[in-house]
Nanobody, 131 residues
Framework: QVQLVESGGGLVEPGGSLSLSCIAS????????IGWFRQAPGKEREGVVV????????YYSDSVTGRLTMSRGNNGDTVYLPMKYLKPEDPAVYYC????????????????????????WGEGTRVTVSA
């Protein structure tokens, strides 16, 4: 089982920036996805960005493209999500997630399908955007 621990959430003003981190332990050497999902009050959890381990390709939700850039630490066990130009629709609990899923899954089925297939989740970190 992969363990995931998020950090970095907090309160930020609209237009401001915040950076999230996720430390993963127990990652396998095989194909997998690791990434960020979020859930706002009263809404379903949605994909934000995921990284395809085999080739490092990233897949972003249309709602965050250009504002968020996922990266990975040199040791491979930490992923980062710097967020800028935060909007009123961005507040949510942000979850780091892992799934031992074959390469190409997102190309074939999309980010929403991947969300349902992910198997391990962190406890989440809350992002609040308020003036």
């Amino acid at each position: 089982q992969v363990q995931l621990v998020e950090s970095g959430g907090g309160l930020v003003e609209p237009g401001g920036s915040l950076s999230l981190s996720c430390i993963a332990s127990g990652l396998p050497p095989d194909s997998y996805y690791i990434g960020w999902f979020r859930q706002a009050p009263g809404k379903e959890r949605e994909g934000v960005v995921v990284l395809q381990h085999n080739d490092g390709r990233t897949y972003y939700s249309d709602s965050v493209t250009g504002r968020l850039t996922m990266s990975r630490g040199n040791n491979g066990d930490t992923v980062y999500l710097p967020m800028k130009y935060l909007k009123p629709e961005d507040p949510a609990v942000y979850y780091c997630s892992f799934g031992a899923i074959r390469m190409g899954y997102v190309d074939d089925f999309g980010l929403e399908a991947l969300r349902k297939a992910m198997t391990d989740w962190g406890e989440g970190t809350r992002v609040t955007v308020s003036a």
